[in-house]
Every structure is written in C-alpha cells, then in structure tokens.
C-alpha cells in the first residue's frame, strides 16, 4: 500500500495530467479510490472516488476543485506558466515509471509546448534530434535516451507540495452537523 503522502502525489500529478488532456477524468477517480485505500480521506475524496467511467467525464470536473482543497492540494490553471511545469513534472514522473517512452515524453513535451517553456526547452530540443536520427543508429538514440532520463530526473526531482497531514478534519461526531428541521420536530 503506497503511503498517504505517495498516493496524494500521484492524485495531483493525475489531476494535473487530466487537465491539459493528457489522460481521461477516469484515471483521477481511480487515483481517488487509490488514495482512499492508502489512508486519505474527505468527503470530497469519497465522492469523487465513487464516480463510475461512465460518470467521470461529465463529474470530475466539479468534483475534483473540492476534494482536492479537502486534502490540501491544488491545481494550477492548465494554461498557467506553473500549470504548465506541473503538466511537465507530472509527465516526467511518469516516463520514469516506465509509463511512457523516452521519444514519447519528448514528443508530448515538444508537441504541447513547443521551446516555449524554459523549464522544458531542453526536452524539445531533445525531440527535435530525435526527429533528425530517425534513420540514425541506436548508439545515437541511446544517447539521446540517456539525456532525456537525466532532464527527467532533473524535472521529477521537484515534487508537488503535499501536505503531511490532510487539511479537511471530520466534524464534531456527538451531533448533528447541520440543522435541519427535521431536527426540532418533537413527537408525542
């Protein structure tokens, strides 16, 4: 089971990534379920978390704002310079893991920000040689592959702020925590 703070990471890198249209809401909900079982929890987090597929689509996008400050967390605007970086770090992170392909974080880079984003420059310099050695030999292409999981590393290194403890505590459990007025009736 990953720790709380591993599974609040991956939440938001996958709320990063759904945000610039990297990955479908479904994946952020299945991060949900998966911070749930790591020891999160809010009740945003549980709504968000019980979305179905189906749901997800038309959902995370309403739900995914509160459950994430319930837990501390934050989602940079998808065209923000910082929303940006984040896209790039998450996107690191998961090439790292083995989710993606050097040639496939350096394409998605290149082809998402172009050499406009300092923070990602490099990548898309990268890409662009890997464009100039498609009928090169795999000594070249091994090399590029070797700089571009050194700027990964480089890029994954900075971690999104997560906090240690959630923010969101449960209410007060010896009574109700609304009013309602059902609340008052009083029966004979």
Not at 52 to 63: N, P
Not at 140 to 162: G, N, S, W
Request: glycine fraction near 6%; hydrophobic fraction near 45%; include cysteine.
């Amino acid at each position: 089971m990953p720790s709380t703070e591993a599974a609040a990471s991956e939440l938001q890198d996958r709320a990063t990534l759904w945000s610039v249209g990297e990955i479908p809401a479904s994946d952020v909900v299945s991060a949900a379920c998966d911070a749930l079982v790591a020891g999160l929890d809010s009740p945003g987090l549980r709504v968000l978390a019980a979305c179905t597929r189906a749901e997800a689509d038309y959902d995370v996008h309403d739900l995914l704002p509160e459950a994430l400050d319930e837990l501390g967390l934050f989602l940079h605007p998808a065209a923000s310079e910082a929303g940006q970086e984040a896209a790039a770090r998450a996107l690191a992170r998961r090439m790292l893991a083995g989710e993606l392909k050097p040639w496939e974080l350096t394409f998605r880079i290149n082809q998402r920000y172009g050499h406009e984003l300092p923070l990602t420059a490099r990548l898309a310099k990268l890409d662009d040689e890997y464009a100039l050695l498609e009928y090169g030999g795999d000594e070249a292409v091994a090399q590029i592959d070797a700089e571009v999981i050194a700027a990964a590393r480089r890029l994954a290194a900075v971690h999104p702020r997560v906090p240690a403890e959630p923010t969101y505590s449960p209410p007060d459990a010896r009574g109700p925590t609304r009013e309602f007025p059902l609340n008052k009736l009083q029966f004979p």
